[in-house]
DNA sequence: CTGGCTCATTGTGTATACAACTTAAGTCAA
DNA sequence: TTGACTTAAGTTGTATACACAATGAGCCAG
């Protein structure tokens, strides 16, 4: 769903993703074609397409003679959302730090300065903004767009729980001095090195997340 | 594609993927919907439904107002599927080596012992049949359905080069090798050197594959 | 001979009607 | 009261007809 002429398919994609992501629309919702139909002003065969390719992108879930719903999450199925992550953005940042890209470079040493000089109030508004965009910065940059497909597909699955998670402030610092640490050894070509904190990085937010949703557990 | 009801459908499914790793169909080749309508003896609906199937596995590409065709494969694509592999694969054979499944590992010890004690004239034609149930098994047994799916993807995409690539017996032998070290690794419960090496391994196939397309490159 | 235009053919994109299935409510009997 | 059965409403699955866009052949003009 990208390179579509006619705007209405692509704005049912859109609009419905973004109501999954802003949690209008809950995990479990069922979706009913008809209705969608008359909201978007498509007809069913259309309209089943945008689905299926919300369906591929990992939003959505068919049940065979019952429709789409929206994808509910499990602890297992969360934890294997960051096991992906973390082959699919270790591998990334392994690959960006033997780039030969000034530019690419320049942006990491740019976001790395821009996280470092945070003050403490502005940390948890901007931190997870800058740690957002060096997540896609890397991907972006990682020259395959396998990899990237990857990346998009975990990452709708993973807004699926952040309307659950309210990340707390203390796990925001801890994403800081990873995320500082992370850029650091890719402005350093250190492939393997980015490539390790990355993972642990990854690993760390997903026990943290884990917490939030079974505080008694470990 | 996987639990449906409907035989015809998944009968549909099957025999484009078969005709397609078959050579029958071949890369670049065009999927008129009419035709398969007839030859499966269902309407276009349904029809369209197998094919955006195919196409989220990796087998098909839909040109929007042309329809769909068998996906062509150039060679920074194919070394992208192999990067993937890495990144997926190496982390399917770092997981696995921290099961507490001693059934896993006695498959593992059986197809090491296999591959082994092969003769040389039966090395070129069980080889990567055991090779093929190596890479299989380490990926069900990742406990990640996530990684799973991506696995079957890069596999299907791989295979669209299969028909091109013989490989030579050289190759074979040092899969070999290879394969026998990432045994020995997981058998030993040394989940980064089985990363190691299955990462190593796929980078070296990818090379040696990469030869047999451009020999003058390199 | 070549370049561009027209028009027919072919195939996909969409709309809609009908069939089959799922679900849930309501009824009757134990 | 509870259990199963019947039946009806609603939703998806499928088939088909029509609209539109792309392709290629043939023709004409330069």
Redesign the interface.
């Known amino acids: 769903m990208s390179?579509?002429?006619n705007p209405t398919k692509n704005d049912a994609y859109n609009a419905i993703q973004k109501q999954i992501q802003e949690g209008e629309l809950a995990p479990g919702d069922w979706l009913v074609e008809r209705d969608l139909c008359d909201q978007f002003g498509l007809s069913r065969?259309p309209m089943?397409?945008v689905l299926?390719h919300l369906e591929?992108d990992g939003l959505l879930i068919q049940s065979?003679g019952r429709g789409f719903r929206v994808r509910e999450l499990n602890l297992q199925?969360i934890m294997?959302?960051f096991?992906?992550r973390?082959?699919?953005e270790?591998?990334a940042a392994f690959?960006v730090s033997h780039l030969h890209d000034q530019a690419f470079f320049d942006v990491i040493s740019e976001l790395r300065k821009e996280l470092e000089s945070l003050k403490d109030d502005e940390l948890q508004e901007t931190g997870p903004q800058i740690g957002a965009r060096m997540h896609s910065h890397i991907i972006s940059h990682a020259n395959?767009?396998?990899?990237k497909g990857?990346y998009t597909k975990?990452k709708n699955m993973y807004s699926l729980t952040v309307n659950i998670t309210r990340r707390s402030r203390e796990i925001e610092m801890v994403s800081r001095d990873s995320h500082l640490a992370i850029m650091k050894a890719i402005e350093d070509r250190n492939g393997e090195l980015a490539e390790k904190l990355m993972r642990e990085h990854l690993r760390e937010t997903c026990r943290d997340i884990t917490k939030i949703f079974y505080p008694n557990l470990i």
């Open positions: 390179q579509e002429k065969t089943r397409e299926w591929k065979p199925e294997e959302i096991q992906a973390e082959a699919v270790g591998m690959l395959n767009s396998i990899l990857f975990l």
